[in-house]
């Protein structure tokens, strides 16, 4: 029996390493069926068809696409959908103009270029549904965008729809830090001033604290009556139903107060 079956792996794996007509062209495009063996996706390919989730057709906006696109990821997230079976899942929902464009992509690629992943994928995808005026205007708007009288979470919603554009700055840390920081309230980069940061989701935890220690000290002084005494020069206003304007100077200590 143990012989029988080491004569079946053996000829099931000269199978899979023979090509035929179509195998080399599917596993180029990384598309190979699921093994037996190892980790899998929590869905198969038919339950995740059978979810009858959102298609794109190709006709929609820029910012329209790149939600599809976090839809589509979320949702693989959600059920597990392994590295490996990530094209294989979501090249099933391109319709229309999409579908044409996909076939386009598989029938330019051979066995030598080896499996498209989900990364290579997502460029590609990028470059074809992303017209490259919009993308200029988006580097634009990146270099122009501040915090101005936005929340701290307004402002880091508009920051990241805005980067999600700009490869560039949107997979380089330092850079996507730096350009963040730049643009918030002169107040809040005042105080992180005195820190080093280079994560950008470490920034974002570090300036929402600026602004909650900020909010509770005007609070604080407001409540106590000393309000007048201590604040000096007025710098900028403070709508405290959640807009953020500008601050005041403490004549005695130096500290930012929002007015």
Not at 86 to 103: D, F, M, N, S
Not at 169 to 180: G, I, M, Y
Request: a neutral charge; aromatic letters at 12%.
């Amino acid at each position: 029996m143990e012989n029988e079956l080491r004569a079946l792996r053996q000829a099931s794996r000269e199978g899979v390493g023979r090509a035929t007509p179509g195998s080399s062209a599917v596993v180029a495009m990384g598309q190979d069926e699921p093994t037996t063996g190892g980790p899998k996706s929590g869905v198969s390919l038919k339950e995740w068809m059978g979810m009858k989730l959102d298609n794109f057709d190709g006709s929609s906006t820029p910012v329209q696409t790149a939600d599809w696109q976090s839809y589509v990821e979320d949702k693989m997230e959600a059920f597990e959908v392994l590295a490996q079976d990530r094209v294989r899942y979501g090249t099933q929902l391109p319709k229309g103009e999409a579908q044409i464009w996909w076939k386009g992509v598989q029938s330019a690629r051979t066995a030598t270029h080896g499996p498209l992943f989900w990364a290579e994928f997502v460029r590609q995808f990028e470059r074809r549904f992303y017209p490259a005026t919009f993308l200029d205007k988006m580097k634009l708007d990146l270099n122009n965008y501040v915090q101005d009288k936005k929340t701290m979470a307004k402002y880091e919603i508009g920051f990241n729809q805005i980067v999600h554009f700009v490869p560039h700055v949107a997979h380089d840390e330092v850079e996507k830090t730096r350009q963040f920081r730049q643009g918030l309230k002169l107040a809040i980069r005042h105080v992180l001033g005195a820190f080093t940061i280079i994560d950008f989701h470490a920034m974002v935890k570090q300036a929402l604290g600026v602004e909650m220690q900020l909010m509770y000290t005007a609070d604080l002084y407001k409540s106590s009556g000393v309000w007048g005494l201590l604040v000096a020069s007025c710098h900028y206003s403070f709508d405290p139903r959640g807009s953020l304007g500008s601050y005041i100077s403490c004549s005695y200590c130096g500290s930012l107060f929002f007015d």
